[in-house]
């Protein structure tokens, strides 16, 4: 078996980027305000500082205006809801994301309740899931959209395809699937996860198969059905440094095409965070 084509995330990331900066300059030629995400960090994580500091350098980069609203690991729930709440009446914010995962003492699904679902282009507040459910979605979660737009990059027509998501969260496996049995996608899609029998039967069936259970390595090459497409989602710190959920130099003897970790998903995931921000303006300020 030869190599797998790699799946340029930073690639196509930047493509994606460069389409939202010419919309966004369109949209304030048009009299628009630029566009403003306000991120709020909770404590002290360090991959969740990086990730937030590269959510912002995104925005600088397509003329976005964005805002760090840093808070120490000790603030309570009724803070941050403060903090939500002012953000929600201010008119002159248009995203606002909070870095996951919060401290232990925050309930998270009552801060992701608090967004206003206009402003929630992380996509996580009921109403916004809910009409991804029922097939009209106002936007798209950043992670499974930018998964949706490699797999596209090498393979448009999944229409009976059989895609197998390992991972079942909120974030990323759920609505994953939601994605791949869209009306015109018509993938056949099964979900996997932790108390999954007989994993390996079922991923060697897959013809897209996507990784996101956050275990190192936890994919190998023999589990991979020979000409599949590969989407590793994982990101995990070892003492080897970073790697995945899929054991890149096994699956990539197997796989016809597979992103890699990093370059690959990441990318992405910021990209669509912008193109959510920049249709929070459209609704608020069309
Ligand atoms: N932590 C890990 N991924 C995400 C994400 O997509 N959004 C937010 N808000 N936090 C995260």
């Known amino acids: 078996m030869t190599s797998a084509t790699l799946i340029d995330g930073k690639r196509i990331s930047a493509e994606l980027k460069s389409q939202i900066a ?25 991959a969740s500082q990086v990730y937030v500091r590269n959510k912002q350098k995104a925005c600088e ?45 925050i309930d998270e ?9 206009h402003k929630d282009v992380d996509a996580f507040h009921p109403e916004n899931v809910g009409l991804l459910v029922q097939g009209r979605p106002r936007f798209l979660p950043c992670t ?21 998501v390992i991972g079942r969260s ?22 996997c996860h932790s108390r999954t029998r007989n994993l390996t039967e079922i991923t060697r069936q897959a013809d897209v198969l996507i990784a996101a259970i956050g275990r190192p390595n936890f994919v190998t090459g023999n589990q991979i059905k020979p000409g599949a497409i590969v989407i590793d989602v994982g ?13 890149f130099a096994s699956a990539s003897q197997v ?7 990093p370059g690959g998903v990441g990318p992405m995931t910021i990209a669509n965070l912008l193109k959510n921000t920049l249709t929070a303006a459209r609704l608020q300020q069309g």
């Open 144 to 164: 499974p959209a930018g998964c949706m737009q490699l797999i596209a990059s090498v393979e448009p027509n999944l229409a009976g395809k059989h895609a197998v």
């Open 235 to 247: 990101i995990n710190r070892t003492e080897d440094g970073l790697c995945g959920d899929v054991e």
């Open 109 to 117: 699904q009552a801060v992701l309740d608090a967004i206003p679902p």
């Open 22 to 46: 010419t919309e966004v300059s369109e949209f304030v030629a048009a009299g628009g305000v630029a566009p403003h995400l306000v991120v709020i960090l909770v404590g002290e994580d360090p």
């Open 170 to 191: 909120e974030i990323v496996g759920k609505p994953m699937g939601l994605l791949l049995i869209q009306k015109g996608v018509d993938a056949t899609v099964t979900i």
């Open 61 to 105: 980069a397509v003329g976005m205006k964005s805002t760090l609203i840093r808070l120490s690991a000790e603030t309570t729930q009724a803070e941050l809801l403060d903090h939500i709440a002012r953000l929600k009446a201010d008119a002159g914010v248009q995203g606002i994301l909070v870095q996951l995962p919060l401290p232990r003492q």
């Open 255 to 261: 796989a016809s095409a597979i992103t890699p970790v």
